[in-house]
């Protein structure tokens, strides 16, 4: 089901035509109205009148999170505070958080994106949501909270925790659907378990996960554990909350962007460099449409990827790739951008299981070499040495099919790779650069 | 006809092997035969002791990633050609001998060797066909 078909279908070319006079009209704003784009662009010598077409966008100063920490708490907001209806914040697990705000016409924009999110989830009026997002400063809980009403659903906020509570709710309320984070479908599974509560005695048809990165593998596991569909859904705070992309049901591969309000990029984190679609990078994403709280090429750290290739589903919205990691985890080897959860998916795809391991890169003489440590465990022990070197020798050819570079793999015994809090620590880098 | 062969994954460093002889010492199991395969980085130790479930159970407690294998106790004649004479037999069914190591103890005059094949079941019988002894497992952990 598709919510607006009009913007979400629209040929390329009109899209790009609605784009482009949304982000003229976006650079003139916050050239006049926030004083950090004025002095960035000013210090460029850049004027809004020369963003002439989309590839001029490139020629604009990217925004990251730091400079909305430098501008604590509203500095960054493009209207009055008279005209602002809602404020969230990110938890910063380090000094103060990151503020947004809404106006009454964002937060209107927001429902709509939400609807769209639920309609390409295949949710629709009659349908009872089960909302296990946090509800307050983060910004999970009340965006999907408003959305749901505005397409027509039926809304439980439950928020997060107590989650012998929720399956009581689960099983009385009989929601159709659920909204949550991967990680809580699981713990409510294990839970109801414990409780000989039976998933596939409940209503429930759909998952609508996202708020950490997640696996294919863990998709897999959620389904048949809760016996649903489970669907990827991104987004951030400092640009909007959940609603930015969402997988649709007919596909499940790669998660549709609603183009209209946002323009996505994907750069090299290296070079800052624009990438070709297909092309793995950090996202980059600018705000079209917020009032606000605009960001014009906001820095996510999220990698990803994007393709433009049409989908079954009808939207010719360009999709993401599922999220790989933290552009702040990259590591250039040999002169290829490499992120530790590309080895973890080769890995896994090897093991089966969520691998335990290390990569240790390090230099010698001139170059880098890589090394990855790979715990062994009951699966893919053997008592014959052959086997085992076969074990490695495929690990290392795989990490050089997909990710272009050459890897030495060492087996180690288990629990031999230190831990901290229950993480390993994934990367070690030695080199003296 | 089989013995069941216990192997730990181990590291090549110093201390490893003899943390593995010390845990078994301490459960009190007994270690009836041992071989060790090793390559640059990682070594295989596979032994056959006298309480497996015991072996397996405190090894694992202590973190080591074990395996299990189901391997051939066979006596060779302690004589010249006695184990060509073993070998001969197997391949002339084209039957491949993974492995092999030497039993800690002799059996009266005769030695006792673990053997590892592709194909056990195959091996077992023709090895009987031909008379040659073939340890029960029991037996093995007793010796
Ligand atoms: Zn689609």
Redo the contacts between chains.
């Keep these: 089901m598709i919510f607006n078909e009009d913007f979400e279908t629209l040929p390329r070319e009109a899209l790009e035509a609605i784009q482009l006079r949304r982000l003229q009209a976006l650079v003139e704003r916050v050239y006049n109205l926030v004083p950090f784009y004025r002095r960035k662009y000013d210090e460029v010598g850049l004027k809004p009148g020369d963003v002439k077409s989309l590839k001029d966008l490139q020629r604009l100063p990217f925004t990251v999170k730091q400079d909305l920490r430098d501008n604590y708490p509203f500095g960054m907001f493009a209207v009055p505070m008279e005209q602002v209806v809602r404020i969230h914040a990110s938890s910063g697990t380090t000094g103060k958080p990151t503020v947004v705000g809404y106006t009454q016409r964002d937060i209107k924009t927001w429902a709509e994106l939400i609807a769209r999110t639920l309609s390409a989830a295949g949710v629709q009026r009659g349908d009872i949501v089960h909302n296990a997002y946090g509800y307050g400063l983060f910004t999970g809980g009340l965006g999907f909270h408003y959305g749901i009403e505005h397409l027509g659903a039926s809304v439980i906020p439950v928020s997060g925790g107590n989650t012998k509570r929720q399956i009581m709710l689960l099983q009385d309320f009989g929601p159709t659907v659920i909204t949550c984070t991967p990680s809580f479908s699981l713990h409510l599974y294990d839970v109801a378990k414990d409780m000989g509560v039976d998933f596939r005695a409940l209503k429930l048809k759909v998952g609508i996960c996202g708020a950490e990165p997640w696996s294919e593998a863990m998709r897999q596991e959620i389904e048949k554990k809760l016996n649903i569909d489970a669907l990827d859904v991104y987004g951030l705070s400092e640009i909007m909350g959940p609603g930015v992309s969402i997988e649709c049901l007919e596909a499940k591969n790669g998660l549709h962007i609603f183009e209209d309000h946002f323009l996505p990029e994907i750069i090299d984190p290296n070079t800052l460099e624009p990438l070709p679609y297909g092309e793995t990078g950090e996202l980059v994403i600018t705000t079209l449409t917020k009032e606000a709280f605009p960001v014009i090429r906001y820095r996510t750290r999220d990698i990803s990827t994007l393709h433009p290739e049409p989908c079954k589903c009808g939207r010719t919205l360009v999709r993401m790739g599922r999220i790989q990691g933290r552009s702040d985890d990259m590591l250039i080897i040999r002169g290829v951008n490499v992120f530790p959860s590309q080895i973890e998916a080769v890995l896994m795809e090897i093991q089966g299981v969520e691998p335990h391991y290390q990569i240790v890169v390090d230099r010698a003489g001139q170059m880098d070499t890589l090394e990855v440590k790979v715990e062994?465990?009951?699966a893919t022990?053997?008592?014959?040495?052959r086997q085992?070197?076969v074990l490695e020798k495929k690990i290392e050819h795989n990490i050089k099919d997909y990710l272009g570079v050459s890897a030495k793999v060492?087996?180690?015994?288990?629990?031999?790779i230190p831990r901290s809090e229950g993480k390993a620590q994934r990367v070690i880098d030695k080199r003296q650069i | 006809m089989k013995v069941e062969q216990i192997s730990v994954f181990l590291e090549n460093k110093a201390g490893r092997l003899a943390e593995v002889t010390k845990v078994l010492g301490e459960a009190g199991v007994n270690i009836r035969a041992l071989s060790l395969a090793d390559t640059t980085d990682f070594g295989i130790l596979r032994l056959i002791v006298d309480h497996y479930d015991k072996a397996r159970e405190v090894l694992k407690q202590h973190g080591f990633t074990v395996g299990k294998t189901e391997v051939v106790a066979i006596e060779v004649p302690d004589r010249p050609g006695g184990l060509a004479w073993v070998l001969q037999i197997l391949s002339e069914s084209n039957i491949n001998v993974e492995y092999m190591y030497a039993f800690v103890q002799h059996s009266g005059k005769n030695a006792v060797i673990i053997f590892r094949f592709d194909n056990l079941e195959r091996a077992i019988e023709l090895l009987h066909q031909q008379g040659v002894r073939i340890y029960r497992g029991e037996e093995v952990y007793r010796l």
């Design positions: 062994v465990d009951e022990f053997s008592d014959e040495v085992l070197q060492r087996l180690v015994e288990p629990r031999s």
